[in-house]
């Protein structure tokens, strides 16, 4: 139990809590509870979580729960011999209270308590303005990248206002007839979609600026105190000023939907800007973009901030006076929606746009992330930027989740011949599966990519 201080008294908080018994097989007795969200694999490799050595039934890497509670889900990674739930074999389920899981000679009590559920959704809540802060002095000035000429320019659309005049301002028609209202903003034409939600361009009527706005529908617990744990959480997003991540302007909620409002950017998508280059010049362009990324995550890992999300969706890239310049986009969004309660549980389609540039210890236990699952995701990043495939194939894969954690990549220069052997070790060094024989650092692998961006 949690003790909150409010106005008037003190209340006291009692979490969700899902709790997973062991109560039969090598390890009769072991529990496990949860009041936050997080992840158990179970299996006999050295890196689970639950390791079943002794249970020769059991696979390597048999299957992995992922508590969010109330919720709890199960997800079977492929085993050979198959897991269970209430004696029926499953792929992925989610669990309720009093089932029993199984797999070999292993068998666990599931018990799921809620005594805080909640049907209704909370009210129009305020914009949330960030803190004003002193910005950090700026990093030194980077020197100038000289980038090839692009072939083919890209091409340049009009805007098309989807709003009509008739709309209140910061109202607008969203899909299935619903409408959201955020005040001070008018929302115009959808831009982009994620994970996390959806993103639009609109118009701060404070200041006339564009920006980008991302409304985020939570999927799973969204009562106030969530919501203000998202916000609270998010708001250390207000400490990275740096010249390669997204500017954050302002976060808040409306309803059960929260809001970030960030800098806008014409983003170039990097297969449109890199048609029609040669192999040489993709690898310059590539290397630039990548190194001003490792900039930014060096920034924030100094500030023991991790992204946990590094992709070719995060990377938002524009040609401002005439030079590209890469940013950072979404910095630790999945976590903070994690922290506040609000996870929709994992399942393989849903995931499937990230897994290929997860590292495998951030899949084994997503709340230990550490600098190093970034540089695996950046390194995986390069690899697609340099040969257009992921590193790891998961077309047709019986596990998608499994072949992460046990396939090697396909070598780069087997999909990317032109690449020079040198660059070929830098990329497969940063997606060792073993952390430690990553880089040390950002700044470390920074240094070694630079030099293919000259």
Known sequence: MILEETADRTQIWDPPRVTLRVIAGPHEGQEFIYDEHDTL?????????????????????????????????????????????????????????????????????????????????????PTIPLPKREPPPAPAPQPPVALPPVTQAPVTQPLKQLATPTSPPGKMPLAGGKEIHINGYVVHEQIGKGDLGTVYRATRLATGENCAMKVISPAGRADERAI??????????????HQYIVRLIEMGSSGSD???????????????????????QRIRVACAIMGQI????????????????????????????????????????????????????????????????????????????????????????????????EPIVLENHPCKFLAILE????????????????????????????????????????????????
């Open 41 to 125: 694999l179970v299996g006999r490799s050295i890196h689970a979580q639950l390791r079943l050595k002794e249970d020769v039934h059991f696979s390597r890497h048999h299957f992995r729960l992922e508590a969010n509670p109330p919720s709890c889900f199960v997800m079977d990674l492929g085993s050979r011999n198959g897991t269970f739930v209430n004696g029926e074999r499953i792929t992925e389920r989610f669990l309720k209270d009093g089932d029993v899981l199984s797999g070999g000679r292993t068998k666990m009590s599931v018990r799921i308590r809620d005594p805080h559920h909640q049907n209704d959704a909370p009210t129009q809540s």
């Open 294 to 389: 490792l900039g930014a995550l060096d920034f924030a890992h100094s500030r023991s901030m991790v992204h946990r999300d590094v992709k070719p969706g995060n990377i938002l890239i524009s040609r401002p006076e005439g030079k590209l310049l890469g940013k950072l986009a979404d910095f630790g969004l999945a976590k903070h929606y994690t922290t506040a309660g609000m996870s929709q549980m994992t399942r393989e389609g849903d995931v499937i746009g990230s897994l290929p540039f997860m590292s495998p210890e951030q899949f084994i236990n997503s709340r230990e992330a550490r600098p190093a699952c970034d540089l695996y995701s950046a390194g995986a990043t390069l690899y697609w930027m340099l040969s257009g495939h």
């Open 407 to 454: 396939d090697a990549p396909v070598p780069l220069q087997k999909r990317f011949p032109e690449v020079p052997a040198e660059l070929a070790q830098i990329v497969h060094r940063a997606l060792e599966k073993a952390p430690d024989k990553r880089f040390s650092s950002a700044a470390e692998m920074r240094q070694y990519v630079r030099k293919f961006a000259k």
């Open 228 to 241: 203000q744990t998202f916000l609270r959480e998010a708001s250390l997003l207000n400490q990275l000023h």
């Open 258 to 280: 929260l809001f970030l409002c960030t800098e806008y950017i014409p983003a170039i998508p990097w297969e449109r800007l890199s048609a029609g280059w040669t192999p040489a």
